[in-house]
């Protein structure tokens, strides 16, 4: 009879979240497929976990998936871990995983810790619709144009971002989704740094350009989703505001105070103030 292929999800940080039922599946399984197999036996360590491992990561899985296929069809159980959390989220092993599917091999997750899910429930947004996008495009102009697609969105989104990026996305994010937009900064989750910070896009690039901590260590943004109301009243205040300005200044300058003040796009600042001094 054919193996199992165990999905089995990892601590994302703190080692006493490894479940019994993980621990079990790892000491009893053949093999287990690992992400970085160093990396991983520091906890396989820790535990008194012996099972041999082998690297499957985005650069080999190509080739590794069908010998551990082949080992699943000759009756050995393999275990899919990534580096931390859930497999497959983010990470790798969704080759392997459908390659055991189209090779009618059974496919059991084991549950445990996801950062994303782990931000999202400590949030305090919205969690009865969301999307989780990953890791935003690296480039500028590739990750604005990503947000633009999605700045109407009214599901809650959870990001993944890189601590030497976390300042330019949030920034980006601030000039698309605007400054008042609700978002939570959740890092190093269950780690003895943890940060979890809700506030507003423009208040969170703030936290973090003035605490270099912060832009640290593994990070998730969970974005609130698009309120047409408050896009409304956001739109009113904006309008108050350079409706002020243009008292005392011109144009571009009042819409240059007001991007300043707001995070908004200068274009789109000058456009409105345009319109309001005609009216």
């Known amino acids: 009879m054919a193996g199992t292929l165990y999905v089995v999800a990892t601590p994302i940080g703190n080692f006493d979240d490894f479940s019994h039922r993980s621990e079990q599946t790892l000491k009893t399984c053949q093999i287990i497929a690992a992400e970085d197999t160093r990396h991983s036996g520091h906890l396989l360590s820790a535990y008194s976990i012996n099972t041999p491992t ?10 590794k998936v069908p010998e551990l296929i082949a080992r699943l069809q000759q009756g050995d159980h393999v275990s899919l871990i990534s580096d931390a959390g859930t497999p497959l989220i983010s990470d790798p092993g969704f080759r392997l995983v459908r ?3 189209e090779a009618g091999i059974k496919v059991v997750p ?3 810790a996801c950062a994303a899910i782990a931000a999202l429930s400590a949030s305090g947004l919205p969690s009865d619709r969301f999307s989780f996008e990953g890791f935003l495009p690296a ?5 604005k144009q990503t947000l633009e697609g999605l700045k109407k969105d009214t599901r809650t989104l959870i990001f993944y971002e890189a601590p ?7 920034s980006d994010f ?21 940060t979890i910070k809700k506030s ?12 270099n901590n912060q832009q640290r260590g593994e990070i998730v943004l969970v974005i609130g989703g698009f309120n ?23 144009v571009k300058a009042a819409a240059q105070l007001a991007a300043e003040l707001t995070g908004l796009k200068k274009n789109e600042l000058y456009q409105r103030a345009l319109s309001l001094k005609d009216q």
């Open 54 to 63: 082998t690297a499957c990561h985005d650069h080999n899985e190509g080739q």
């Open 110 to 112: 084991v549950p445990g």
């Open 139 to 143: 480039k500028t102009h590739a990750r």
């Open 174 to 194: 601030v000039e698309v989704f605007g400054i008042n937009r609700d978002a939570c900064l959740a890092r190093e989750i269950t780690k003895t740094f943890e």
């Open 164 to 170: 030497h990026r976390i300042l330019d996305s949030l």
């Open 228 to 250: 047409a109301e408050q896009e409304v009243e956001n739109t009113e205040v904006t309008d108050k505001l350079l409706k002020r300005l243009l008292q005392d200044l011109p």
């Open 99 to 101: 390659a055991a599917h």
């Open 200 to 211: 507003t896009l423009g208040e969170l690039l703030a936290f973090v350009q003035n605490d």
